[in-house]
């Protein structure tokens, strides 16, 4: 009784609020602890800042695919979408009309409280930032009833627990030309790598220029029918660093890929991709589940850490 | 980017000179509609009512705008994903819309329609939506303000940079 008093005992808990030591503490009850207010401003800033600046790995991939481009009409439509990028930076404008549907991952350490709903805090900042930026509000309450929220509310939340007492979030605006291309399959074991590269190729050949290509593919691998496409959102998350360990497998499916000429905007070119990341997670001995989530060329990301 | 400058409204004429891979710039007056406004003309059609615009010689530009800043005509405003209106797209070629803006491709049906009327679809860059809300210089809602940025709005364009992705003549872009 005298252990559990200590740790859940409110007014013995003391809060190291923005403090990274929380851990130092030798008192096993110390932990640290983030206000809700706090976690809506970053969200806010995060938010207007995804929708208005393109990521700097991305624009170095338009960059390298414009250099590389043999076709004239893909250079010209290429050639846009970096003036376009420009631009938006500039006038602090959206990128794309469609500011998405925001997906946010947290990556929460299990030793951190937050003070306040961290659900309604994500929301909030999200209602803020759409607001201020004048983006598009995409989101309906009800798949059915489709009426417009208003706001750009809710977001989806991905809470992953980390070990420590970090708090990192990333926002998504993630656009439907592109998600509503994406697919999942349970293969069979046997149709290993070479399966799964076919199915991730058919995918984005019958995609063709609806997502906005030169595309982000994330591929997830593994795991069960609900892991593969968390996977897949989590990789097309990540970015284009060629830092993870299937890099070889990543590779194979981006020249395949690139081999289909579907091109900027599927108008015909070399480039149809940017990159292509994946993660895998172990299955079961009778599965291969796979997952293709496709991120246009305006792959929208910006992490803060509190 | 250069091109063949056509004004709306479109004659068969006009439309009869464009082939898939010409660029092509648009200056003048286009209807914006995306998936609730078609849903809501295609209704009007089958009750035999008015719609809000005669789209003969016309262009829809399928987009759904971000708000405009002050001082702005127009928030960012890139093209949505064609394919999604071709289940109304029929009903709007035979009442002599000429031309549609967007981005993707479009079902063999539609495609067999812009021959057989004589219209033409024209593809700009999606996520441009930037770049291109800095070619429009006038927007108005004209119908359905109730559905937001689902509005029908009356833009001028000037200098609208598009791509002819399926021409009159069977040729699509698309099909390689």
């Known amino acids: 009784?005298?252990?559990?008093?200590?740790?859940?005992?409110?007014?013995?808990?003391?809060?190291?609020?923005?403090?990274?030591?929380?851990?130092?503490?030798?008192?096993?009850?110390?932990?640290?602890?983030?206000?809700?207010?706090?976690?809506?401003?970053?969200?806010?800033?995060?938010?207007?800042?995804?929708?208005?600046?393109?990521?700097?790995?991305?624009?170095?991939?338009?960059?390298?695919?414009?250099?590389?481009?043999?076709?004239?009409?893909?250079?010209?439509?290429?050639?846009?979408?970096?003036?376009?990028?420009?631009?938006?930076?500039?006038?602090?404008?959206?990128?794309?009309?469609?500011?998405?549907?925001?997906?946010?991952?947290?990556?929460?350490?299990?030793?951190?409280?937050?003070?306040?709903?961290?659900?309604?805090?994500?929301?909030?900042?999200?209602?803020?930032?759409?607001?201020?930026?004048?983006?598009?509000?995409?989101?309906?309450?009800?798949?059915?009833?489709?009426?417009?929220?208003?706001?750009?509310?809710?977001?989806?939340?991905?809470?992953?627990?980390?070990?420590?007492?970090?708090?990192?979030?990333?926002?998504?605006?993630?656009?439907?030309?592109?998600?509503?291309?994406?697919?999942?399959?349970?293969?069979?074991?046997?149709?290993?790598?070479?399966?799964?590269?076919?199915?991730?190729?058919?995918?984005?050949?019958?995609?063709?220029?609806?997502?906005?290509?030169?595309?982000?593919?994330?591929?997830?691998?593994?795991?069960?029918?609900?892991?593969?496409?968390?996977?897949?959102?989590?990789?097309?998350?990540?970015?284009?660093?060629?830092?993870?360990?299937?890099?070889?497998?990543?590779?194979?499916?981006?020249?395949?890929?690139?081999?289909?000429?579907?091109?900027?905007?599927?108008?015909?070119?070399?480039?149809?991709?940017?990159?292509?990341?994946?993660?895998?997670?172990?299955?079961?001995i009778a599965s291969l589940p796979v997952a293709v989530n496709l991120g246009c060329h305006s792959t929208r990301r910006y992490t803060v850490e509190l | 980017m250069t091109g063949l400058v056509i004004k709306p409204p479109l004659t068969q004429e006009v439309v009869q000179k464009l082939h898939a891979g010409d660029c092509v710039i648009v200056t003048g007056t286009v209807y914006t509609a995306r998936d609730a406004a078609h849903q809501r003309m295609v209704q009007a059609i089958a009750a035999g009512k008015q719609l809000p615009f005669d789209p003969a010689g016309q262009i829809i530009y399928y987009t759904g705008p971000c708000p405009a800043f002050e001082q702005h005509p127009i928030g960012s405003c890139g093209p949505t994903t064609s394919s999604r209106m071709d289940d109304y797209t029929l009903d709007l070629l035979k009442l002599g819309l000429r031309g549609m803006i967007g981005k993707g491709e479009r079902s063999d049906r539609v495609c067999q329609a812009i021959s057989e009327y004589k219209a033409v679809y024209l593809a700009t860059v999606g996520g441009a939506g930037t770049y291109l809300a800095k070619r429009v210089v006038r927007s108005e809602v004209i119908a359905y303000p109730e559905l937001g940025t689902e509005a029908i709005a009356k833009l001028e364009v000037l200098e609208f940079p598009c791509i002819v992705a399926v021409d009159s003549f069977g040729g699509n872009l698309y099909h390689r």
């Open chain 1, 1 to 284: 009784m005298e252990y559990l008093e200590k740790v859940f005992n409110p007014r013995k808990l003391t809060c190291l609020h923005y403090s990274s030591d929380a851990q130092a503490g030798n008192k096993g009850y110390i932990m640290r602890t983030i206000m809700a207010r706090d976690i809506t401003r970053a969200v806010k800033m995060a938010v207007i800042k995804a929708n208005t600046v393109l990521p700097p790995d991305i624009i170095e991939a338009i960059k390298g695919a414009y250099e590389r481009e043999s076709v004239a009409l893909a250079r010209r439509v290429l050639g846009i979408m970096l003036e376009n990028a420009e631009l938006a930076q500039s006038e602090e404008m959206a990128l794309c009309q469609d500011t998405g549907m925001v997906v946010v991952h947290v990556g929460m350490g299990q030793d951190l409280h937050i003070k306040g709903s961290l659900e309604q805090a994500v929301n909030q900042g999200i209602r803020e930032g759409y607001r201020e930026g004048h983006f598009r509000a995409s989101v309906v309450g009800d798949p059915i009833r489709r009426e417009n929220t208003g706001d750009n509310t809710p977001a989806i939340i991905h809470l992953e627990l980390v070990q420590g007492s970090s708090f990192t979030l990333t926002v998504f605006p993630k656009g439907a030309g592109s998600e509503n291309m994406g697919l999942v399959g349970m293969l069979k074991p046997g149709a290993g790598q070479q399966g799964v590269i076919d199915f991730v190729v058919e995918a984005v050949k019958k995609a063709g220029g609806k997502p906005c290509p030169p595309l982000v593919v994330g591929v997830g691998v593994g795991g069960n029918l609900e892991t593969a496409p968390i996977l897949a959102k989590k990789a097309l998350m990540r970015p284009l660093d060629n830092s993870g360990p299937n890099q070889e497998f990543e590779n194979a499916i981006l020249q395949r890929i690139n081999e289909t000429g579907i091109g900027p905007q599927g108008l015909g070119g070399d480039t149809t991709a940017l990159g292509v990341n994946l993660e895998v997670y172990a299955t079961h």
